[in-house]
Each structure stands twice: as C-alpha cells, then as structure tokens.
C-alpha cells in the first residue's frame, strides 16, 4: 500500500505529512478513532482531515512524494468492534425505551453516547445493555448498503441522513435490528465484537443522559481489572468478594462514627487549652497575639472560643499554610502585607484570612508584628 505526500510541514502538532488522498481514517470523522500504523518507515501519531486534506502526524521527517504505508490492522479491528457495539447499543435504547442517541464519541479507552433524555433509570440501561448483548450473541450479519440519497431514505433508518450528506450513502444495517447511514469501521458479524458493557453513566448538558461502554477486547481488559481489584481488595479485607459490600459498609460506618467522636474530642480539647493558650499570648500594639501549632482537627475550633474574643489576633497552623482570625483589626489588609513581603499567596474578609506558605510560624509571627508595628505608628522596628 502506498501514499503519496504532497507536502511535509513543521507545526504545534510535530511533522505533519500532507496528501489529497490518503488510506488513513481521520481521527474524529463519525465520532470514531482515526487509523495509527506508518508511513515511510516513521510511525503515525494521528490524522486529521483540514481544508479537504488530510494531515498525518508523524513521529520523524519525510520528503514529499510516494511512500509505502502500513497500517495498524489490529488496531482497526478494534475500532469496527467499537463503532458496531455503538450501532447495536443506540438501537437498543430506542427499543427499550424510545430514547435517540444525539452524539457519538470514541476515546482510547472508551466510548461515550449521548442520549436525549435525564434522568434514565438504571433498569432501562440494564435492559437495554442485555438487548445489546442477545444481538452480539445470536452473530448476526453487518452488511453495507450504497445507494443514493432517495434510495437511502427508503431504509428504516434510526437517523435521518444528514443535509451535509452529498451523492452515494454508505448503509450499515446490522441484520433485523439496526439501519444506520455510517462512514466508519464496522464487524462483518455481530459475535466478533464479542461484548458491550456499560461501565458509567452521567446527566450532562441538562437534559443528556452520557453513557460510557466499552466493547470487544476493551470490555475483556475492563472485566480483567476489576476481577483482579477486587482479589486485591478482598485480600486486604480478609472477606469473600460475595460479603465485601457489607463489610466495606460496615468500614464506612465504624469510620463516620469515630469522625465524628474525634471531632467532638478535638473540640473539647480546644475549649480546654484557649485559656492556657491566652496566658501565652504575645503582647504587641495593645493586641495579644494567639498563636497555635498543632492538629488542624483541634486548632479549627480556636475560632469558635477566641474568635470572637475583644483585642485578640489568632493565628493558627493548617495543612496548606496559616488561618487568620481577628475582631479588632482588618484581618484582609493584614495577610495582603504580609503575602507582599515573604512572597505567598493568600487573601481573606476583614475578620478572617488564609495565608498559603511553607514558612515556619516564627517568620508568620516576626512578619505580623511588623505589620501591627507599621499600622500603629507608621514604622517598622
């Protein structure tokens, strides 16, 4: 197999090979995935169609002019076992449910259809799942028909051919079951796509409902992780793959409980140590500045018990940086001066701020009496 290069350019994409006509599908063209495999010894990266031209991506530089080309037949395969599977499930869902799939999208991993309505019982999705799957399992045959636009219209299609649709049109009808206008890759029987699963679904767009499959070798890699995440997970929990629901939720809940005991616990404890952490409050411009390094559980409940304290600056440690409290002075200017001098990010209201950094408490500290200093009477120490 050749193909001819008529033009070989540098861009954002890499080296882009250029042709009028080319024997690689374009990514994107139907929703479906575009061919990889080689041209002149250097691999396809990607292909897409621009101006009425095709553009190869490749991984290294060519000339113009005639090369051999290869093309990733496995891969290809794969791809017709996908666009089938899609075929088969979107008719599937009109029968069940008289629900229209409105979009198509074929990723690496898996694919996605957009159905016209939100929300959809899982029931319907279960049924029309096993209706997908009693039609790959009975191998029906895939034919192509080409005709004309009129004779086309004359098939029970699921979609009306689109206005952009110019001359002959390509008819994919999966034996007894399915009529669909369709330029892309498809099985020559049904029993080759071997399976269809639907592995998520989703509301998007407010009144879509997205469904994610996966198809052919890609559903059997699905099945294979999860069978080994759940030996894994049914491992680490010493219990049967049959009682780990349970077991997990039980898990949940003993966690939630003792959340919620530990919350309670830490906020006891930050009732306990505000006096002590008052008597040990820094002097500085009539304030007395509380500061607290500690667990986050406790020093998120300092707030709640000085917070609100007259003549009080409360600062306390956190995961990401410093919390800022304060009734008495703008808390919002404060942390913008100190974020300007040591250079960290941050900002908040009047009362309360954030100040993200990695810097030690010491130099928070040292910074915050400046500020205090600066704002009482003009100067720094």
Not at 215 to 239: I, Q
Not at 243 to 263: G, T, V, Y
């Amino acid at each position: 197999m050749k193909v001819r290069i008529d033009k070989v350019l540098k861009s954002k994409d890499g080296i882009v090979a250029i042709s009028r006509e080319s024997p690689f599908y374009p990514d994107g063209k139907g929703g479906q995935l575009g061919d990889r495999g080689e041209i002149g010894g250097k691999e396809v990266l990607g292909v897409y169609q621009k101006d009425g031209l095709i553009h190869h991506v490749l991984d290294g530089g060519i000339e113009p002019g005639e090369h051999e080309a290869k093309i990733d037949e496995k891969r290809r395969k794969e791809i017709a076992r996908q666009h089938t599977a899609q075929h088969i499930l979107s008719a599937a869902f009109i029968k069940v449910a008289d629900i229209e799939t409105v979009s198509f999208h074929m990723g690496e991993d898996f694919s996605t259809i957009d159905l016209n309505a939100a929300p959809i019982l899982e029931n319907v999705i279960d049924e029309a799942e096993e209706l997908a799957n009693e039609v790959i399992l009975e191998n029906r045959l895939v034919l192509e028909h080409i005709a004309n636009r009129e004779e086309a219209e004359r098939y029970p299609l699921r979609k009306p051919i689109s206005e952009k649709v110019k001359g002959k049109v390509r008819i994919i009808e999966v034996k007894g079951f399915d009529w669909s206008a369709c330029g892309g890759f498809h099985v020559s029987r049904t029993g080759e796509i071997g399976l269809v699963k639907v592995i998520n679904y989703e509301k998007v767009k407010g009144s879509l409902t997205r469904i994610y499959f996966v198809a052919g070798k890609r559903a059997l890699h699905h099945f294979s992780k999860l069978v080994k995440f759940s030996k894994n997970l049914s491992r680490m929990l010493t219990s049967s793959i049959d009682e780990m629901e349970s077991r997990i939720s039980n898990m949940i809940e003993n966690s939630r409980e003792k959340s919620a005991k530990l919350d309670k616990l830490a906020e006891e404890y930050a009732k306990v140590i505000s006096s002590n952490l008052l008597e040990k409050a820094k002097s500085c411009c009539d304030l007395r500045i509380v500061s607290f390094n500690g667990y986050e559980e406790v020093g998120k409940y300092l707030f709640k018990f000085l917070g609100d304290e007259p003549g009080i600056i409360l600062i306390v440690k956190t995961k990401n940086g410093y919390e800022i409290g304060s009734k008495s002075v703008n808390v919002g200017s404060i942390v913008r001066k100190i974020n300007t001098l040591i250079g960290s990010k941050g900002g908040g209201s009047s009362s309360r701020g954030r100040i993200a950094t990695e810097k030690p408490l010491e130099i928070i500290l040292q910074e915050l009496e400046g500020v205090l200093v600066e704002e009482s009477d003009g100067s720094r120490p």
